[in-house]
């Protein structure tokens, strides 16, 4: 049997403040080094101490009453250099690289061609194509098909890499900032030779220039982060006008491979529309900060997958994980209050809501390239993970920090959970205060044996977890927040 630690509950034990005499004192055991964590239920009057802890002096007893009950937890190692903290922080992430790759085959662009108002537009035109279709839910399903092929066996260096794919978007952002500047480039040079073009070819250079600059203003992130709705509108409508400009500039200045180009560009906007439809859902709200939304019509997505909805689909969609649960048809969202809409969704509990484009893979796919995870949520995270616990492929270890988890979430939710992950930890907030997840990720990596972590929280906290535990060498991952 492993050694207990007992400590007063107003003396535990910090791992960023060192014991100082008096704690050293009246703890029986003294590692400066060691956190402690509840293991085991708390005794409840001295006598009861003294026959679970009869080694210890019976003076000791009346002051453990109550005591938790801990275990040491495993130090945290130290961070790496600074080249290894600045690879693993968000300035000099996967997506970051990959849209700095973008803008700088780009340059190499702008140096080695010829560039003549022909060349601007086509240079403009191959960009935006491949800004747009990184994007698309085909394309974004096969990058994770592709990624995901690397077997276990191969070593973890490479496995760690083929799990950023999920990073695509920095491509998306790099293409668009690429083809607006080449737009630009273009419109000044059709200026500049006025004379020889077309009024009308003029008048929509211009208008498109004007849109092009005003969706690159609004996905600004410091401009998205606080005008978000206005951005998802100015995104949507604005890309729609672009597209419909495309096509009478496309076809004044002619070429046949622009043509097709734009006709790729269009089917890869247009088919997520194709398949748009509204759908009837069930909604069982747990709490007034959770709603359980149940859909059937047909559709089975698999573990992983997101699903956007909407209830005004030409202005406001919102993406959720969905949970198809083993051998059942249909699936569900988990739904938190977060913001106007889904506080309203939650408060109105609509009968039906719109959906459209297929499933697309999502963050917590690259399970399948580790042997064994840690998935860290904290409250509605719990969502994007839940279908993979559920279907249980990978040996995984759940840490969940949320607010009483039953009340808010429900008990059917939560006996789900453990009856898949009976070991999962499942922290209340509200009793026990927020934890150190880099702290308890690692610990439970090291416990398990896991190869990897996969954190499912807010922007803050993801990155947190994400650059600690990167920092040291150890492969964690969460969402980017890049659409």
């Known amino acids: 049997m492993p050694p207990l630690y007992a400590v007063p509950r107003s003396r535990r034990i910090s791992m960023h403040r060192p014991l100082d005499s008096e704690t050293a004192s009246t703890t029986p055991f003294h590692r400066p080094t060691l956190t402690l964590v509840p293991l085991v239920p708390e005794p409840t009057d001295a006598t009861e101490v003294m026959q679970k802890f009869w080694f210890l002096d019976e003076e000791l007893a009346p002051a453990l009453v109550a005591a938790p009950i801990v275990a040491p937890v495993i130090a945290l190692p130290a961070p790496g250099g600074r080249i290894a903290r600045a690879l693993a922080s968000s300035t000099l992430s996967h997506f970051h690289r990959l849209m700095i790759a973008a803008l700088v085959a780009n340059i190499v662009f702008a140096v080695t061609l010829s560039l003549d108002v022909a060349t601007l537009s086509k ?116 890309g729609w006008t672009s597209l419909a400009l495309l096509w009478p500039q496309t076809i004044l200045l002619g070429g046949t491979v622009e043509l097709v180009v734009l006709g790729v560009i269009t089917f890869s906007v247009a088919l997520p529309w194709l398949r748009l439809r509204k759908v009837p859902v069930e909604l069982v709200v747990p709490s007034s900060h959770v709603a359980l939304a149940r859909f059937d019509y047909g559709v089975t997505p698999f573990a992983g997958s997101s699903t956007a909805i909407s209830r005004n689909p030409l202005l406001e969609w919102h993406s959720f994980a969905n949970v198809p649960a083993p051998g059942q048809p249909g ?88 009856v898949e992950h009976p070991d999962a930890l499942i922290w209340d907030t509200h009793e026990r205060g927020k934890p150190d997840m880099v702290q308890l990720a690692y610990q439970a990596l090291v416990e398990t044996g896991a190869e990897a972590v996969i954190c499912i929280s807010n922007k803050k906290l993801t990155w947190e977890v994400v650059t600690g535990l990167e920092s040291r060498g150890i492969p964690a991952y969460g969402a980017i927040w890049d659409s």
């Not at 003029?202 to 092009?212: C, G, P």
């Not at 106007?340 to 390239?369: C, F, Q, Y």
């Not at 607010?403 to 789900?416: F, I, Q, W």
């Open 123 to 238: 240079l403009a035109l191959g960009n935006f194509a491949v800004a747009i279709c990184i994007r698309q839910h085909y394309v974004v399903n096969a990058l994770f098909w592709i990624a995901t092929r690397a077997p276990t066996s191969w070593p973890l260096a490479i496995r760690r890499q083929c799990a950023k794919v999920y990073h695509f978007g920095g491509i998306h952002v790099g293409g668009a900032i690429a083809g607006t500047a080449w737009f630009i480039a273009f419109t000044v040079s059709a200026l500049l030779d006025a004379s020889s073009l077309p009024l009308a070819l003029l008048v929509i250079i211009i208008a498109q220039a004007i849109v092009l600059v005003a969706i690159c203003a609004w996905s600004m992130p410091w401009v998205r982060a606080k005008h978000h709705d206005t951005f998802e509108i100015v995104k949507r409508l604005g």
């Open 331 to 418: 699936y569900r969202l988990t739904i938190s209050r977060a913001g106007d809409w889904t506080g309203k969704l939650i408060d109105d509990r609509p009968s039906h809501v719109w959906v459209k484009g297929i499933p697309t893979a999502g963050v917590a796919n690259i399970e399948v390239l580790f042997k064994r995870v840690v998935y860290i949520a904290t409250g509605s995270g719990i969502g994007p993970c839940l279908p993979h616990l559920l279907a249980n492929k990978v040996p995984a270890k759940l840490i969940w920090a949320t607010r009483n988890a039953r009340k808010t979430y429900g008990d059917a939710l939560v006996d789900e959970i453990l």
